[in-house]
């Protein structure tokens, strides 16, 4: 069954914001690790940021600053508050859950562009 829904993608203008939504299983939700990655046209994945179950946080250098991820343990659902946005930016965007094996959501698009 789906176990990761994402949602929040798009086109916006290089310095715009956008939220990124994961809405997970409760057996995924309460249990792991739960984060976010990107994958740009010819790069291998990367990671973006990653929450534990009790809220602590860790992110990329490359990320810090402008990319804030958080969790809301009511709806089951982990965010990520993308600002500034940048061309570089531009990727597909995957939730995942460090169950074993790892767990991935479909991915979604997100692109700054003029």
């Known amino acids: 069954q789906v176990q990761l829904v994402e949602s929040g993608g798009g086109l916006v203008q290089p310095g715009e914001s956008l939220r990124l939504s994961c809405a997970a299983s409760e057996s995924i939700f309460s249990r792991f690790v739960m984060g976010w990655y990107r994958q740009a046209p010819g790069k291998q994945r990367e990671l973006v940021a990653t929450i534990t179950t009790s809220g602590t946080t860790n992110y990329a250098d490359s990320m810090k600053g402008r990319f804030t991820i958080s969790r809301d343990n009511n709806k089951k659902t982990i965010y990520l508050q993308m600002n500034s946005l940048k061309p570089e930016d531009t990727a597909v965007y995957y939730c995942?859950?460090?169950?074993?094996?790892?767990?991935w959501g479909q991915g979604t698009q997100v692109a700054a562009s003029s």
């Open positions: 995942n859950a460090r169950t074993f094996p790892q767990t």
